[in-house]
């Protein structure tokens, strides 16, 4: 047998061929199901849908995700089968509706835990109230089971009208467009894969296309009662083969065929007025993996607990500033505390003109201004300043609580493009810890009304941990000292897993996984904080490291690794005061604080920290009126001055006499059990030998640290190990340990005061 021409093919048909054959009798129910051509299209239709599902599988969006080949094989036989009968179609499809809802139900409830099916099912819609709930109510939620439904009855419905498509309505085109659309969508997530898949849907789709436009031929033929060739199938379908691998060739061929990324531009084009309507559903489906390098802050409405996250070392923005103590750049604030994650509360949107004071903070006392110049590269429709957002240099929103102080964050006005900048100043607070301690907490009841909520349903078990942590502490700042000092005892891990469904992220993080990141540290702070009456929130934004900055400038290069979450804690009359419990950064070091290492101290004088941070060039400090409390430049010289002060009065002390010296070695001791004692009294006189403690030590780490410069300081060990016993572990000290103790106090004591004496540096 020869092949067939084109011009045989596609022209008038010749003789001798064989006869049209006899039609096919009327059926009064189900007509031949298969014939072998039936076959070879079901053949075609397998290569093309299942690639499709293939892609889609093998992107693992979440972990539970069942097989998605029986329900596809389902749809594909069911349209074909149904195809058959000559039913009206407004019957055939309910049937079909049936068929495929059992099939998708029993794809399902195979994930779902539980028992029996009846068990199962139950638990099924108590996890779609919940998920509804939360969709409908502006909720969050880590469950993956109703993204699994929606791809599963997806990938029956698109097997199903394809088939009805091909094997009824004789279109391919209707048939191949939900596999491509689902295709496309799939890759478009899945930058620089030239899968597989995606070349065996290219070269199936060609093979339907060809052998449709045949099937239409032929059956025009039969009716015009003109012959043709018996074998014309098998011809036509060897022809369409080799032009369709020689078409597929030469696209593999083209330099950007290689990768998906020129297709996922154009789909992404198209799809984004769709993407951009219901990205905000993404807070409902968190537990989807993202396969895209998407930053881990959206920051959008929501702060969903993501579980297992990777941090790329991608720049996401340029930030020009002055100082020594790098802070943080902060975006948003999140109030209002779920289960899953943290959404923002009600708010007004007031517009600001370039330059106009946003009015955070006002009447807050004790405060510094601080200004950053950014350069956009990925974030285009949030600003970012160092501190409480107060004003910058273009027209832009203030999302404003209820009250005229209460302002979580700026947003342009006109979308940023990349290479745009801008100047934001903000307002950070450059209060002491004495400051901070006679505070007090006689909050405005705005304060007490937004930032203490939490869920009816907050296991007791982080209740009673923050009750456990703050019974010694006499005021809020000692409270938020406690807690934070504890949260820095669990470890930074990236590859943690997210809260099984239903459970508390926090009360997780808290009793089970006890490690995570800045997002769980932060929320676990400021969930305890609330538990224990203290008014607090989330912040989100980057740390701008020394890693980042460029050469001899003041240029830093933020990558999405310094992505970061801390607690904002709020203390009359002084503001939100920020705070870290992530151990991967150094504590914020405050106003009158023990002395640092002379390599992070600021030649200015204005000591490390949030204080005196200078205003970025070409952006004057702001006027924010009398009464603001705003310190000008040079201000936060007070800690040193109190400093100074202390220590010349101690001198005065010394040389008065031996009483006044007890009197002024004793301040600030009163209350603290016998081992915080002796270890405050450790650090005051290591601090004076220059030997201090950096920010970030814990007891045991400066300890080591001591003796490590000098093996004669090694008792400083004994004494950390007594006052972590008694602070965190909250044991009792014995009279046999209380006696070693002793010994090494006063063997350590004269070390050090032998070293003050002689003033030799370490």
Do not use: C
């Not at 009816?456 to 456990?468: K, Q, T």
Request: hydrophobic content about 45%; cysteine-free.
């Amino acid at each position: 047998m020869r092949e067939a021409s084109w011009g045989e093919l596609f022209g008038p048909p010749r003789r001798p061929f064989l006869e049209p054959e006899e039609p096919p009798r009327e059926a009064t129910g189900l007509r031949v199901l298969l014939s072998w051509e039936d076959w070879l299209t079901l053949a075609i239709v397998l290569v093309v849908f299942l690639s499709v599902v293939s892609s889609i599988s093998g992107a693992h969006w979440v972990e539970e995700m069942p097989s998605l080949y029986p329900i596809a094989l389902l749809g594909l036989l069911l349209g074909l089968g149904l195809s058959r009968l000559r039913w009206p179609e407004v019957l055939i499809h309910p049937v079909a509706l049936l068929v495929g809802a059992a099939g998708v139900l029993a794809q399902i409830l195979a994930v779902v835990p539980g028992g029996g099916a009846r068990d199962r099912f139950e638990t099924l819609v108590e996890r779609m109230d919940a998920w509804f709930g939360a969709a409908l109510g502006g909720g969050i939620s880590n469950d993956s089971l109703p993204f699994i439904i929606m791809v599963v009855g997806l990938t029956w419905l698109a097997a199903y009208l394809s088939s009805w498509s091909i094997f009824r309505w004789h279109n391919p085109w209707l048939g191949l467009i939900p596999g491509g659309i689902a295709l496309l969508t799939n890759i478009s997530y899945l930058p620089g894969q030239f899968s597989a898949s995606f070349l065996f849907f290219l070269f199936g789709a060609v093979l339907l296309l060809m052998r449709m436009h045949l099937v239409e031929k032929t059956e025009g033929w039969r009716r015009e009662g003109t012959p043709y060739p018996e074998f014309l199938s098998l011809s036509v379908l060897n022809a369409t083969f080799w032009v369709s691998l020689l078409l597929v060739g030469a696209a593999w061929a083209v330099p950007l065929a290689r990768s998906t990324e020129a297709f996922a531009e154009v789909w992404g084009r198209l799809s984004a007025p769709i993407v951009e309507r219901v990205e905000g559903l993404s807070r409902v489906f968190v537990s989807v993996s993202s396969k895209k390098p998407v930053n881990i802050h959206r920051l959008g409405s929501t702060l969903p607990f993501q579980g297992s996250i990777k941090l790329s070392g991608r720049v996401v923005l340029q930030a020009e500033f002055e100082g020594v103590q790098l802070p943080y750049l902060r975006a948003q604030a999140y109030e209002v505390y779920m289960a899953a994650g943290w959404t923002q509360g009600d708010r007004d949107d007031r517009t600001l003109d370039e330059g106009e004071v946003s009015g955070a903070g006002e009447g807050s006392h004790l405060r510094d201004e601080a200004a950053v110049s950014v350069q956009v590269i990925e974030h285009d429709d949030v600003i970012f300043s160092i501190g409480q957002p107060l004003a910058v240099d273009l027209r832009a929103g203030a999302e404003v609580g209820p009250h005229g102080s209460d302002v979580a964050g700026l947003r342009p006005r006109e979308r940023l493009h990349e290479g745009d900048s801008y100047v934001a100043v903000g307002s950070v607070s450059a209060a002491t810890e004495d400051d901070l301690r006679a505070s007090g907490s006689e909050y405005p009841a705005w304060v007490t009304g937004r930032y203490l909520q939490l869920p009816e349903d907050l296991p007791s078990s982080v209740r009673d941990l923050a009750a456990d942590l703050t019974r010694f502490a006499g005021n809020p700042y000692d409270k938020a000292q406690a807690i934070e000092e504890y949260l820095r005892t669990y470890p930074v891990a990236y590859d943690v897993a997210g809260a099984p469904v239903g459970r508390d992220a926090v009360d997780y993080f808290l009793f089970e996984a006890r490690e995570g990141y800045f997002d769980y540290h932060a929320s676990a702070m400021v969930v305890m904080l609330r538990a224990v009456g203290i008014p607090a929130r989330v912040a989100v934004g980057y740390v701008l490291e020394d890693i980042d900055r460029e050469p001899g400038s003041n240029v830093f290069s933020v990558r999405e690794r310094s992505a970061f979450a801390w607690p904002e804690v709020f203390f009359p009359r002084l503001g939100w005061v920020d705070f870290n419990p992530t151990p991967s950064q150094p504590l914020i070091w405050r106003p009158g604080s023990l002395p640092m290492g002379p390599e992070e101290a600021d030649p200015a004088g204005g000591g490390a920290g949030l204080g005196n941070i200078p205003a970025a060039p070409g952006f004057p400090m702001l006027d924010l009126g009398p009464g603001s409390g705003a310190i000008e430049p040079g201000g936060s010289d007070r800690g040193r001055w109190v400093l100074l002060g202390v220590l010349a009065g101690l001198t005065a002390v010394l040389v008065g006499g031996a009483g006044g010296a007890r009197l002024a070695w004793q301040r600030g001791l009163a209350g603290l059990d016998y081992p915080a004692r002796l270890w405050e009294q450790t650090i005051r006189l290591a601090s004076w030998a220059r030997l201090p403690p950096a920010p970030q030590q814990t007891p045991r780490e400066f300890a080591r640290s001591l003796r490590e410069r000098s093996p004669e300081l090694g008792d400083a060990d004994i004494l950390a190990e007594g006052y972590v016993r008694s602070r965190f572990g909250r044991k009792e000290i014995g009279p046999q340990e209380r006696e070693e103790m002793e010994s090494a106090w006063r063997r350590l004591r004269g070390r050090l005061v032998s070293r003050i004496l002689r003033r030799k540096a370490p």
